[in-house]
């Protein structure tokens, strides 16, 4: 794609398309900055017509110690840019508690995850360091939904979303991948040269726990969309 706003309209569309063909779906989805566009393309689309009613959604990780009202969890991140804008009723959406003890809302959110059943169609961003989710490098293909320690890169990555003076969380719950990798399909966006280094990796280097990106390229029904920046380690730029 040529510029993340492009890339961020592919990747809504697609989205979009699922739920307007299967209007119960379970949709998994992400945070981050890189995914603000695509919830802004949503909303749009919802305003335009498309219902989430019937819609079930199941998000990947929450920080440990973070409340569902601090303005930096990702339940507050998803009502402000989503949830509180269409209508898919709150009790269908899933997020991990970060309030709670760690391993305890881990092994909730795991038996939540089993009862609600394959996720339709997964959203993923793809983090400095070739994380998905919050599993690090490290992490092997078939890792659990479980409480983790962030990596120093992860949270230096994450910091300008937090106000000076605070810090970002040490530990998080995440989805695991071999939850994220038993999604019926996977749709993965990465954009600026940021993450020109870890989409390259991911896309060329072995697959394995250094970069757990790399275990896309495993699942049958994966698709990438990155802009031409995040691309600028895969292709010569002309």
Do not use: W
């Not at 994380?131 to 992860?154: C, K, M, Q, W, Y």
């Not at 970002?168 to 399909?185: D, F, K, L, N, Y």
């Not at 275990?215 to 029904?221: E, G, N, V």
Request: hydrophobic content about 40%; overall charge negative.
């Amino acid at each position: 794609m040529p510029d993340a706003e492009t890339a961020a309209a592919a990747v809504a569309r697609q989205i979009a398309e699922t739920v307007a063909a299967r209007p119960d779906a379970i949709l998994g989805l992400a945070t981050g900055g890189t995914m603000e566009p695509v919830y802004a393309h949503l909303v749009r689309a919802h305003c335009e017509g498309l219902s989430f009613a019937h819609v079930r959604t199941v998000n990947l990780d929450e920080y440990v110690g973070l409340p569902p009202d601090h303005p930096n969890s990702y339940h507050s991140y998803m009502a402000r840019h989503f949830l509180d804008h269409v209508d898919i009723p709150r009790e269908h959406s899933l997020i991990p508690r970060g309030d709670r003890e760690p391993e305890a809302a881990a092994r909730e959110y795991a038996a939540l995850l089993e009862r609600l059943g394959p996720v339709d169609l997964q959203l993923l961003g793809v983090g400095h360091n070739g994380h998905i989710a919050f599993n690090e490098p490290g992490t092997p293909v078939d890792a659990p939904t479980r409480a983790v320690r962030l990596s120093p890169e992860t949270r230096r990555a994450n910091l300008r979303f937090f106000a000076g003076g605070e810090t970002v969380p040490a530990e998080a719950v995440t989805m695991g991948t071999a939850q994220i990798m038993s999604a019926r399909s996977l749709l993965a966006l990465a954009v600026g040269d940021a993450k020109a280094r870890a989409l390259a990796t991911a896309l060329d280097g072995v697959i394995g726990p250094d970069c757990p990106a790399s275990y896309l390229r495993l699942h049958p029904a994966c698709t990438i969309i990155a802009d031409r920046a995040a691309c600028s380690d895969l292709y010569p730029q002309g």
